[in-house]
């Protein structure tokens, strides 16, 4: 069964720090990989897209980086500040009709 | 600038009603999809659909029930509500043939007495 895992399930981190979230998943023969963030009661707002030829898409203070041989992927915030605080979901797309989730992390970035 | 549009974003019924959640998207994607959003469960996935007369079941597809009929529209119809489906409903759609990126709407939050 392809899954998505998320960890940690929930993160705090003091503001300026630099984070990691990791996803992973248990298919190499992923189509894309995407994260997405959610803030409370709202629906979601893409980050980055990561094609399976590519290994890294970067957004500002975003980095996301993608090993299919692992089965991982990072999304690196640097300089974390409050307004980052939400729940960041990856998406990996196994083909392009079984679209699985992870579950989330959830952010907390203190002031 | 449409994108994806899903009607109603609020919505409570009785056990037992019936009702039609609307999504709509105006970017000549070939690809929709219903998930919900249940705390703890993250997203899942109810059914999805590849092309306009084409749908199948996701994970959790019991009590609901999709057509598509036009490639802009894909609705989900709860036929007899249950206090089970108390969730937040998300429509997406992709461009298979393009970047595969998955374009949300804003959601709809339904209640079930």
New interface residues.
Partial sequence: KQEVTQIPAALSVPEGENLVLNCSFTDSAI??L?W?RQDPG???T?LL?I?SSQREQTSGRLNASLDKSSGRSTLYIAASQPGDSATY?C?N?FT?????????TRLHILP | NAGVTQTPKFQVLKTGQSMTLQCAQDMNHEYMSWYRQDPGMGLRLIHYSVGAGITDQGEVPNGYNVSRSTTEDFPLRLLSAAPSQTSVYFCASSNRQGSGELFFGEGSRLTVL
């Fill in positions: 189509y894309n995407q997405f709202k629906g979601l893409s897209l094609q979901l998406v797309f392009t009709d079984k679209i699985i989730f992870g579950k989330g």
